[in-house]
């Protein structure tokens, strides 16, 4: 059940007594961030200030409290739960004792530091149809908070400016160009000088992707950057989409919107006044049905550097042009200063999905380097003079399906990755997942639902991968030298490869938790396991690490989904003990973990109703599935039902809950604006023939 907005009474800080100076004013305000405290950060390392911590959002934290030489003394402080049980992303936000943080569908929790008890939450009540536009789930990666306020997006895109005393609304705003585009918002707004940003999500639904910059104070639009030109035959919204527009085909399909949606990372460079924003991939993948004439089609995938001003484009670079495969550029990117070649550079880095580490001079753009930090088969490497990507023939799957790394997954996610300027390392959740590209016959695209214009499966390693080896499948860490170019350490995590998110400290610590519910402890320096706790939870948020009253903790969200995947692993924790949201939080002499109780053993799959559809007629049932079902329901063990598994109501009541949304207020949307009650039909047939396929298995089992 959804919480309603609670408050504490001793949070009425906000009532400032007159006559006090403007100092003190702020000091008293609940959630009071600047520019002056931000980029003076250093100064109080037990903070936590943005999702990343700091300017350069490097997740890195000073504290040394809890170190090498203790933290197999690290144990359970306490937990909150969020009354969720599904994916949670988001890396709390802390700042006078309070922890900040988005769950599903942007509901924003306020949280004491030191005991977990809640002080506010506000639910944003977003109509349970919009998860039909969110393809990862209906997840947040946070807030941004700043002068007293929460700011704060729902997955309906709604931008929030909240009181941080209470979570009182001071101003809302639409962030869509109109409601009937399938976009959705996962991410968490940015600061960027007196502008609060957002982006939002739904490539493959048929949406064409932009930023927006509302004013601080009075949420008034300042200035929209499409990220994708746009029918040239049409006016175009500011001038870069001309110069865009040449990297595409005329006859492009504008209709479908093309894609490049900034879902995720962006970060602020007050010195410079620069925001940089990645974007994604083209929608559909298939460049051949998108821009048939080929072409970079700019500015998919790419790296903008945006003056938050005035909404210009300061420079750009492209990680993957003609996007083919999915392969976004919207992973973390991280801020700092390095030695290159024996000059001191501003610099930002990034691993995105395509398997490469990319260094860039932030102030112009430049390309310092770029190697591959996963398995690679796509590209042979990076041209460092025109900074472009030389493609191998098994990266074309026009005319037979290939086997290609990385997969749509990517090499890296959008689990925040790590930089320690002790060890001057990042630290990536990486990952190595080959997969089966294949383009789909008679493309055909339904706004609404899903239009990759391919189909990819994991599947058996063949001697297509070439060098590739079998036994580095799956999720690893990697510790990549930026200065050089190359990987210092790595560790493997297991034959599945989606983990959490990374913390790095002073205290020459690396810590994740992973899917089977460990939160591991590494030695930054050399990858070394220095301990181990079992939370009972799958995770895929990162960690933080805060101080209160001269007490270190660590604090990590567990709620697994919102990646590439609507099941759970074999082995998880959440397979074992459900999947109840909560903040964990750890400290040095604390206790086990709390676990949840074991989950009872599934029932058997019931007897399905008989088969009568006609070949056809199943046929169109799994093709619809896959296109419009098939992103959640993967019909093996997971956070979405196994559909199989229908029992004889659910079997008679399918077409109310799927065309008319009977389920809505548990996140199943009604799908009678996209589909046709034979349509439906067709799709039900295909999971009845899918019911008796498992059921005579189960059955030879016996």
């Not at 009474?9 to 403007?22: D, Q």
């Not at 296109?627 to 199989?644: Q, V």
Request: hydrophobic share 40%; aromatic share 10%; with cysteine.
């Amino acid at each position: 059940m959804r919480r309603l907005i609670t408050v504490l009474t001793i949070i009425a800080l906000n009532l400032i007594v007159g006559g006090c100076s403007e100092q003190e004013s702020k000091e008293d305000i609940p959630g009071w961030i600047d520019r002056d405290r931000l980029q003076n950060v250093a100064s109080e390392p037990g903070s936590w200030l943005t999702g990343g911590r700091d300017f350069g959002e490097t997740h890195f934290s000073p504290l040394t409290k809890i170190n090498d030489k203790n933290a197999n003394q690290l144990g359970f402080a306490w937990q909150y739960f969020t009354d969720t049980h599904r994916g949670l992303e988001a890396t709390p936000i802390f700042v006078d004792g309070v922890l900040y943080f988005t769950g599903n569908w942007g509901i924003v929790f306020a949280v004491d530091g030191k005991t977990g008890e809640e002080i506010w939450t506000f639910d944003p009540e977003v109509p349970g149809k919009w998860a039909r536009n969110a393809c990862c789930d209906i997840v947040s990666r946070g807030v941004a908070v700043w002068q007293g306020r929460v700011y704060a997006a729902s997955l309906d895109g709604r931008l929030f400016a909240l009181d941080a005393a209470n979570g009182e609304v001071i101003w809302q705003v639409d962030t869509f160009p109109d409601r009937t585009t399938p976009y959705a918002i996962t991410g968490a707004p940015r600061i960027a000088g007196d502008k609060v940003v957002i982006g939002n999500g739904g490539a493959e639904y048929g949406v064409r992707g932009y930023v927006t910059a509302y004013d601080l104070e009075s949420g008034t639009q300042a200035w929209r950057f499409y990220t994708v030109p746009g029918d040239p035959r049409k006016p175009f919204e500011h001038p870069e989409l001309e110069m865009a527009s040449k990297t595409w085909d005329p006859d492009s399909r504008w209709d479908i919107g093309g894609g490049g949606t900034a879902w995720d990372s962006m970060v602020y460079d007050p010195e410079l006044n620069l925001l940089y924003v990645g974007t994604g991939n083209g929608s559909p993948w298939v460049q051949t049905e998108r821009s048939p004439g080929g072409g970079d089609n700019l500015f998919l995938s790419s790296i903008l550097a945006i003056n938050p001003d005035s909404g210009r484009l300061v420079w750009h670079y492209q990680t993957t042009p003609g996007d083919n495969w999915d392969y976004t550029a919207t992973q973390p990117i991280i801020l700092t200063e390095l030695n290159i070649d024996g000059k001191r550079r501003k610099i930002l880095m990034q691993a995105p999905k395509n398997g490469f580490f990319y260094v860039l001079d932030r102030v112009t753009g430049e390309l310092l380097s770029a190697e591959k930090y996963a398995a690679v088969t796509w590209a042979s490497h990076v041209d460092m003079a025109t900074g472009k990507p030389q493609i191998l023939p098994q990266a074309i799957y026009d005319e037979e399906p290939k086997f290609i790394l990385p997969s749509p997954a990517g090499a890296h996610n959008w689990q925040p990755m790590a930089y320690n300027p002790n060890t001057g390392l990042v630290y990536v959740p990486a990952m190595n997942d080959p997969a089966l590209f294949e383009k789909r016959e008679n493309f055909t695209f339904i706004k609404g639902i899903n239009n990759q214009g391919a189909h990819f499966t994991e599947g058996t390693i063949t001697s297509e991968i070439g060098e590739f080896d079998a036994a580095d499948a799956g999720g690893f860490i990697v510790a990549w030298d930026p200065v050089k170019a190359a990987p210092v350490w790595k560790r493997k995590l297991g034959d599945f490869i989606f983990h959490g998110g990374i913390l790095t400290t002073a205290g020459n610590l690396v810590i994740q938790a992973r899917d089977d519910g460990l939160l591991v402890v590494y030695a930054a320096d050399t990858g070394q396991v220095l301990h181990q706790i079992q939370t009972g939870s799958s995770i895929v948020a990162a960690p933080l690490a805060y101080i209160i009253d001269g007490q270190q903790y660590i604090a990590v969200l567990a709620g697994y989904g919102g990646g590439p995947f609507g099941y759970f692993p074999v082995g998880s924790a959440v397979e074992k003990y459900g999947n109840e949201g909560r903040l964990i939080a750890f400290k040095l002499g604390g206790g086990d973990v709390p676990l949840p109780e074991e989950l009872p053993p599934l029932d058997p799959i019931p007897e399905p109703p008989a088969l009568t559809a006609s070949q056809e007629m199943l046929d169109m049932g799994e093709a619809l599935f896959v296109k419009a079902c098939g992103e959640c329901h993967w019909n093996i063990n997971g956070g979405y039902p196994d559909l199989r598994r229908m029992s004889v109501e659910v079997h008679h009541a399918f077409k109310d809950i799927v065309l008319h949304g009977q389920r809505e207020v548990q996140g199943m949307a009604g799908f009678s604006d996209i589909l046709s009650e034979e349509q439906v039909e067709a799709i039900h047939s295909h999971l009845i023939r899918l019911s008796h396929d498992a059921y005579r298995e189960q059955q030879q089992e016996k």
